[in-house]
Structure formats: C-alpha cells, structure tokens
C-alpha cells in the first residue's frame, strides 16, 4: 500500500516538476509548483514526517508560491505571448543534466547505504522540537538571524530611493 | 511490489534535482530561475528526510535540518524576488540573458 501511494506521488511529483521548467506560460509553471510542493508534503508523512509535511504546506505552498506568483504578477506581461521563456542553450542543458542524472542514480544504486534498525521517535514531533531547542540550539539561533537579516535586507533592496526620483 | 526503501526516495530526489538543474540553465526569466532552485532545495530536503528515517532515526538530525533548509529556502526567496523587483525597475524586463550591463 505504502509503496502505491510512494508511486503515486512520485509521479505527480516528477511530472508537476517537469511541467514547471518546462511550459511557456511562466504563470503555469508557478501553480504546478504548488502541485509539486503537496506532493512533497505527502512524500513527508510517507516518512514518518508530520510536522515537516505541515510546515512544507504552510512555508512553500502557502508562502513561498503565494510570493513567486506576487511577483510574476508585477512584472511578467502575461497577454505579451512573444516572450521567449527558454534560452537556446536547450540542447546543451539536456546533455549536462542526463549526464548528471546518470552518474548520480549509478552512484545512489550502487552505493551501500549503512541501513539501520532502528524505528523513529514514537513522539516525531515532540522529539524534533526537544532536539530543536537542546542540541541544535545554536544553529537554530543563528538561522534565526540569518532570516531577520535577510528580510531586513529584502525591505531596503525593494525600497524606492524617493531622493533619487525627485 | 515489495518494500519501501531508500533507494525510492533517492531516485525520485535525483529526478527533481536533474529537472531543477534543467530550469536553471534554461530558464530565461529570473523567476522560472527561482523556481527551479526552489526545485533542488526540495529534492534535498527529500534525501534529507529519507536517510533520517533510514539511516540513524535516533537524533531526528536530518529533520532538524530540513527545517533550516526551508528556513533558508523562504529568506532566498525574499532577498531573490527583491532584487527581481528592483532588475524590473531599472530593466523594464527580467531576462537573465539580457542583464549583462556588467560585461566589458
């Protein structure tokens, strides 16, 4: 069951994902990515991942997208079709990225992966977060700044010079 | 069909990193670039996830640091579409191969 339900996402996934790098309408490929992001988010509970799945739907589909579509929206002219989406580098960008595709699924299927027996924390949640705030509470701290700092960063860099227009 | 193992998840995070290295090199429009990057962040965080349920469920480290790469992912996405805004404003246009005003 678990693997038909890892297939259908799977698929969804790669297929929503292909369709955001590939259709001309750049509007299009901003809603597939919501269609990649749940799948993803289901992919998550799949492995035993609830809260990530929660904060996948809440930060990447309902933020991140909801952001990206903003901006397409204040300046990609929509009605202007002649607007070429893809650069002509096509054919040498499918030849690097099949190159990379194969070099690295040969290199995840041979590779022994040190598979262990152990389950997950039967309480996921209340365990990430007591990791979240004992071991890692200094990475979590500075990531922390890091995201004031880059949207401190963000405001001044949108921010219209009002000296500079009068 | 057998089990669910590792492997599954890798392949699939492969294949969406192989489509978001695609849209990088191909993408002409600053947010399609974005979105592909968003793209590889997520198939990261795909492995991520998978080793920790496979590889050492113990310390839940990989989740952990799922939740700094979308920290992570959600400040490039701010500071990106910020500076997109601002190549609009000066560019009237945000063709990535069109901004080369620092080629000499």
């Known amino acids: 069951m678990n693997v038909l339900i890892f297939y259908v996402l799977a698929f969804v996934a790669g297929i929503s994902a292909l369709m955001v790098v590939t259709l001309k309408n750049i509007f299009h490929s901003a809603l597939f990515l919501v269609l990649t992001f749940f799948s993803i988010a289901g992919l998550y509970i799949l492995l035993g991942a609830e809260f990530l799945a929660g904060v996948q739907v809440l930060i990447y589909v309902g933020a991140i997208t909801i952001l990206m579509i903003f901006a397409i929206m204040m300046t990609y002219q929509l009605s202007n079709k002649s607007i070429r989406q893809v650069n002509e580098q096509k054919g040498q960008a499918t030849i690097v990225v099949l190159l990379f595709f194969l070099l690295s699924l040969a290199t995840v299927i041979k590779t022994a992966w040190p598979i262990s027996d152990a389950s997950l924390p039967e309480r996921n949640t209340f365990e990430l977060g007591r990791q979240l705030l004992s071991t890692y509470v200094i990475p979590f701290e500075v990531v922390s700044v890091v995201l004031l700092v880059a949207l401190i960063g963000a405001i001044i860099i949108s921010r219209q010079d009002r000296q500079e227009e009068s | 069909m057998g089990e669910l193992t590792l492997t599954h998840f890798l392949v699939l ?14 993408r002409r429009n600053a947010i399609g670039v974005l979105m592909s990057i968003e793209l590889m962040f997520n198939a990261a965080a795909i492995n991520f996830v998978a080793f920790t349920k496979y590889v050492s469920p113990e310390g839940l480290a990989g989740q952990v640091f799922t939740i700094f790469i979308i920290t992570i992912a959600a400040a490039e996405a701010a500071v990106g579409l910020a500076i997109v805004m601002l190549i609009y404003r000066n560019f009237k246009g945000i063709e990535v191969d069109k901004i080369n005003f620092m080629k000499w």
């Open chain 2, 13 to 26: 995070s492969t294949v969406l990193f192989a489509l978001g290295i695609f849209g990088l090199l191909t």
